[in-house]
């Protein structure tokens, strides 16, 4: 028997029970405790290493013909073992038989297997704290923490990079760890040169061992060792392929240091975006607070505060001002230079009035609101701001204002330093009759708000349309138009929108020309059906005086019919401003045109202001990012991180997005990086005549 077990490859023993005595290992047990001789040697002792009994000893739960299996983990082979005991009769006593299978492997792989499952179950905690925090400066902490415990490390943090500076901005300390991360702010970022080789390669930076890098990298060397670090792990936190920052363990267990990294870098993807998620949640609040020209508050902003005025009392003053000549000076110089006017208007206004809340409600209209200020003061910091005015050799402004000893009604108090400064502005051009405004209101236009006269230049063809195409960001194709309406004056001369519309607006007989150009637009997509032509979405603006229109969704809905063409063919385009009309229920009625099959798009986005609550309270198909967000993109990277946000809300809501007034090969690239589905703008065609179009943009196509 004894040469039979000597030929197995399992440690085989038999011990005395009385005494422990070793009476027999086989050839395998004494190979692998080096066993010679086993005179006196307990089975204790020479396999386990102890000097008394094994506390784990299975001779009491031995019984007659009957087989005991455990397992135990040998701690001088370092090897996991299943074990089967039983009690056998050895030289005419009773002695336990041991037999020891090797089973390491598998319960390293159950080790291994559970480890995973652990880390994966942190990790989703850790996620889902995340997500549910609107604010990770309190989430980070707690994942930190998680993070920390699970890997029994001293130390866990984040890194934030500010230009040529690293700060520490959130720490984890185990128990007796002291807190480093007042002593971490606005390091060299040098520090990290021999860091950056490996944050470059989106790889995880492993010391195992301080010392390495005593002769090497001093400065290092000394700022770790002052911080009692003798390992770390570091995984570096990026966005838009820049580092921002890195996520790191300090002295983790050393048999642990190579087996985080796996973990490291799964955790700082979901870092990195809730980060990304607060910067752009961050970004839009801001951007849907405040004016990005001049830094003041918009008009979103200001219908919030309105409501929380309306009850105040109290002494308060009140300016409404508006910059004279601006769209001529647009005309004339550019949209660059007509922003330039506008950031020199409001620093005059901020440093004449530095502590009242000044809002931008228009493209050039101002208010500032003063409260408490005393009448004489009031009055005479409108003086200065008039005075000022005055010497500046650009700025030109028409300014009502208004105080009151004990307002009741803040809203009354505005519309009479509204109508005041509308009575200054008409000085202004009876004063300019050089003005393009002044000139065309009075010659050509003033006459088509007498009765009668609108439809009859309709009927003699004087509004003409003109297409603008929407170009694919993907291949440069055509996906959409837009039409826009031109006047033609007797003499042939072609005025553009802005100097006809605001006049048939404010006289409110601006429905049938919305309704005469969606029109013209049906009747144009029929025809290219019928002549088997490409067809793409024509898009139509309409005024908030006919969205006001109690049957406009039927309107629309009898001219397809008319023509015969589907609701898909055509897209309805309203401005963002619509959203802050009080008549209007800007969510129900883009509800009830997307039920009735039209496409509803989002005109002119941020051109007064950016309305964060589109995104919340209304469903919608297409934004339209207003050219004035466009034109210093390429260069400016606040316009950029604006944009981009955009770009990013509404890819994650399904909203197909179009940047006007793309110009320029760079800015189309950036907007393509960014997500964007359609370009329009001069860098393919100015709005041309529809015939003109035709033969540059749509092509025959067979069976259309």
Known sequence: MSKLMDELSELVYVADMDSYDLLYVNAAGREMFHIDQLDGKKCYKTLQGLDSPCPFCTNQRLRAKQVYT??????????????????????????????????????????????????????????????????????????????????????????????????????????????????????DLSLLDRWRVYFDQHECMILENLEEIRESN??????????????????????????IGYLGVDNPPQEKVRNITSLLHTLRYFLMSSLRRSEDEKLLIRLSYYDTLTGFYNRNRYNQDMERLASRSGPFGILYLDINGLKDINDHYGHDYGDQILIECAQQIAEVFPDADIYRIGGDEFIVLCAPI?????????????????????????????????????????????????????????????????????????????PGILQKKIEQNHFIVYFQPKMSYQDRSLIGVEALVRYRTSDGTILSPGQFLPLLENARLISSIDFYVFDYVCSKIAQWLSEGKK????????????????DFINQLAAICVEHGISHSWVEIEITETVEGIEEIDTSKLITEIRDAGFAVSIDDFGVHYANLSLFTSIDFDVLKIDKSLIDNIVSNPKAQSVVGALADVCQKMEIRTIAEGVETEDQFQILKQMGFGGAQGYLFSCPIPVQEFEGKFLQQIDGV
């Not at 009773?94 to 291994?112: G, L, Q, V, Y």
């Not at 067809?535 to 109690?550: G, K, T």
Request: aromatic share 10%.
């Open 70 to 187: 455990w397992e135990y983990t040998n701690p001088l082979l370092h090897r996991h073992y299943l074990l089967e005991d039983r009690i056998i009769e050895w030289e005419g006593k009773p002695a336990r038989f041991e037999i020891a299978f090797d089973i390491t492997k598998k319960e390293n792989e159950k080790i291994s297997l559970k480890n995973a499952l652990d880390a994966e179950k942190m990790v989703l905690d850790c996620v889902k704290i995340l997500d549910q925090s609107e604010e990770p400066d309190r989430s980070i902490p707690v994942v930190l923490k998680r993070l920390g415990t699970f890997l029994s490390a001293e130390r866990a943090y984040t890194f934030e990079v500010h230009g040529h500076t690293m700060s520490n901005t959130a720490e984890w300390c185990a128990k007796g760890i002291e807190p480093q991360i007042e002593n971490l702010q606005d390091l």
């Open 218 to 243: 001093p400065a290092e060397y000394a700022i770790l060792a002052g911080q009692g670090i003798t390992s770390l792990v570091a995984a570096p936190l990026e966005r838009d392929g820049r580092l």
């Open 374 to 450: 005393s009448e004489n003061k009031f009055q005479d910091t409108v003086l200065e701001l008039k005075k000022g005015f005055a010497l500046h050799p650009s700025c030109h402004a028409a300014i009502g204002y208004q105080w009151s000893d004990n307002v009741s009604n803040v809203q009354q108090l505005i519309s009479i330093a509204d109508a005041m400064m509308y009575e200054d502005k008409k000085k202004f051009y009876r004063q300019n009759p050089s003005s393009k405004r002044y000139r065309h209101y009075n010659d050509v236009i003033l006459s088509l708000v007498e």
């Open 535 to 550: 067809i793409v979405p024509v898009s139509a603006n309409f005024s908030r005086y006919s969205l006001l229109e109690p």
